[in-house]
């Protein structure tokens, strides 16, 4: 079964990095976008951008041009987003979700970051 | 851009009722369509795409609906496991956009 695991809850100061995995399983990785999105602290829904791992093509939301890279190692399957120059805003949830067939069918269990000094 | 306006913002409602929640697209989007429902502290579920079609494993008391630019979830009979937030979300063009949310809460 298609399977979507994120890596743990990240606390991280302001200016600073951080690198969010997001492993999947139970399908073809290279042959399905990636998706990642973004829930501020009781907010909605934001669409970051998608990866297409099997060529390493991207699509960014003009709005997190410069603040989210999306790569991903298909060696391992995973798909990766970081997050650059934190600030307060950043403190989110963010989600991958697979793309293709059965567009955002499949989610990860979200990755909370805490940008905190 | 293309905008989803979402209403209500808020929907109290009481177990056994007929509920509809609408998203209005700015342009048009055909049926690049999908309902979500997310409970707290969860992911978001997928519950109708292509504007009509209900996902795998979503009970038959939800439907999707479109007329023209506005599309519909639509809850025939409410239950108490259906208290959520729930988003539409256009993937005709990029930047996909979400409709703001509606909460579903019981009166």
């Known amino acids: 079964q298609v399977q979507l695991q994120q890596s743990g809850t990240e606390l991280v100061k302001p200016a600073s990095s951080v690198k969010i995995s997001c492993k999947a399983s139970?399908?073809?990785?290279?042959?399905?976008?990636m998706h990642w999105i973004r829930q501020q602290p009781g907010n909605g829904l934001e669409w970051i951008g998608w990866i297409y791992p099997g060529n390493g093509n991207t699509k960014y939301n003009q709005k997190f041009d410069g603040k989210a890279t999306l790569t991903a190692d298909k060696s391992s399957s995973t798909a990766y987003m970081q997050l650059s120059s934190l600030t307060s805003e950043d403190s989110a949830v963010y989600f991958c979700?697979?793309?293709?067939?059965?567009?955002?069918?499949?989610w990860g269990q979200g990755t909370l970051v805490t940008v905190s000094s | 851009d293309i905008q989803m306006t979402q209403s209500p913002s808020s929907l109290p409602a009481s177990l056994g009722d007929r509920v509809t929640i609408t998203c209005r697209a700015s342009?048009?989007?055909?049926?690049?369509l999908r309902w979500f429902q997310q409970k707290p502290g969860k992911s978001p579920r997928l519950m109708i795409y292509g504007a009509t079609n209900l996902a795998a494993g979503v009970p038959s008391r939800f439907s999707g609906s479109r007329s023209g630019s506005d599309y519909s979830l639509t809850i025939s009979s409410l239950e108490s496991e259906d208290m959520a937030d729930y988003y539409c979300?256009?993937?005709?063009?990029?930047?996909?956009?979400f409709g703001s949310g509606t909460k579903l809460e019981i009166k």
């Open positions: 342009q048009d989007i055909g049926n690049y």
């Open positions: 979700a697979r793309g293709g067939d059965g567009l955002f069918a499949y």
């Open positions: 139970g399908y073809t990785f290279t042959s399905n976008y």
């Open positions: 979300l256009q993937s005709k063009e990029s930047p996909f956009t």
